[in-house]
């Protein structure tokens, strides 16, 4: 038997991510559709189309699967988020820029971060994990959020007014859950547009 070379290895390696990524996503797919106790590692390895096994291979834990699937789909958004203003923003792309930021909270990534949340709430192998998560994940969206705002920092009121933006946008994303807040949501995000015109001048 010849010996395995690089060649070889690439295409598992490529498997191997793959399949991953597919746990990933139908990990945060079911926890937004179902909620902690509707998601098991089962029901996101069929999702996925692969065996438990595989499933834990990868993720050893059910704790692991989901921390890592929000961490990723994050991560997609604000690579996502940064793409959509490839050339960079200016002051007149505030409008745009806000209206991404509040679509951040929308979508089904936050519906599966609020899931894991409340499980973190009262799962104590969760909450630390889940805790520093949500840290990061912040930090880095305040980051995107600033540059995409082109906001100067070191203005007074700068610094909490972007941050504003980003609880408001949690807001409105938390009133979605319960019912299609589109047209209020439209209005609400077109004054905190005015708003950071005001601000950040």
């Not at 991953?20 to 996925?48: D, F, N, P």
């Amino acid at each position: 038997m010849g010996a395995v070379t690089t060649a070889d290895r690439v295409p598992k390696q490529d498997r191997s991510r793959a399949t991953r990524q597919r746990l990933l996503a139908a990990a945060v797919a079911c926890l937004a559709e179902h909620g902690w106790a509707g998601s098991t590692v089962s029901a996101v390895a069929e999702r996925a189309g692969v065996s438990r096994g595989a499933a834990q291979h990868h993720f050893p834990t059910r704790e692991d699967l989901f921390t890592a699937a929000v961490e990723y789909v994050a991560e997609e958004r604000s690579l996502a988020l940064r793409a959509l203003f490839p050339e960079g923003t200016t002051a007149a792309d505030r409008p745009a820029v806000v209206t991404a930021l509040v679509d951040l909270y929308t979508g089904p990534l936050f519906r599966a971060a609020l899931h894991l949340w409340v499980a973190a709430s009262n799962e104590e192998q969760l909450r630390g994990r889940v805790t520093e998560l949500e840290a990061r994940v912040g930090r880095e969206t305040h980051r995107i959020a600033v540059d995409l705002l082109t906001a100067d920092e070191r203005r007074p009121g700068v610094r909490e007014t972007v941050q504003g933006l980003l609880d408001m946008a949690r807001g409105l994303g938390l009133a979605n859950l319960l019912t299609d807040d589109t047209v209020r949501r439209a209005r609400v995000v077109d004054q905190w547009a005015a708003l950071m015109e005001e601000t950040l001048g």
